[in-house]
Nanobody
Framework: QVQLVESGGGLVQAGGSLRLSCVAS????????MGWYRQASGKQRELVAA???????NYADSVKGRFTISRDNAKNTVYLQMNSLKPEDTAVYYC?????????????????WGQGTQVTVSS
């Protein structure tokens, strides 16, 4: 069974920094894309940043220049370094992974979500 577990959320003042981590565990063969999404209260979930297995990245316009996504393939871990945080960055941040898992007789590709971690930026 595959699990994504996030950590690193919390309360920070505007202008501060936080680093989120997400570890994928289970019978994983390969992880294609890992990403971070966020959902603010009363709003739809939106993509924040994503990174491929080859380290190509994609960012939402609202976080470009402030957030950096990275991954450690050996540890099945993705990070989100968030600098110059703003109150509008307040949201629940979710880890997402598109990966291939399975056993000795089969494999399958699925998309997985973490449970989410709260990030609150005070003004």
């Amino acid at each position: 069974q595959v699990q994504l577990v996030e950590s690193g959320g919390g309360l920070v003042q505007a202008g501060g920094s936080l680093r989120l981590s997400c570890v994928a565990s289970g019978s994983i063969f390969t992880i294609n894309v890992m990403g971070w999404y966020r959902q603010a209260s009363g709003k739809q979930r939106e993509l924040v940043a994503a990174i491929t297995s080859g380290s190509s990245t994609n960012y939402a316009d609202s976080v470009k220049g402030r957030f950096t996504i990275s991954r450690d393939n050996a540890k099945n871990t993705v990070y989100l370094q968030m600098n110059s945080l703003k109150p509008e960055d307040t949201a629940v941040y979710y880890c997402n992974a598109d990966l291939v898992s399975g056993g000795s007789l089969y494999y399958e590709e699925n998309n997985y979500w973490g449970q989410g971690t709260q990030v609150t930026v005070s003004s």
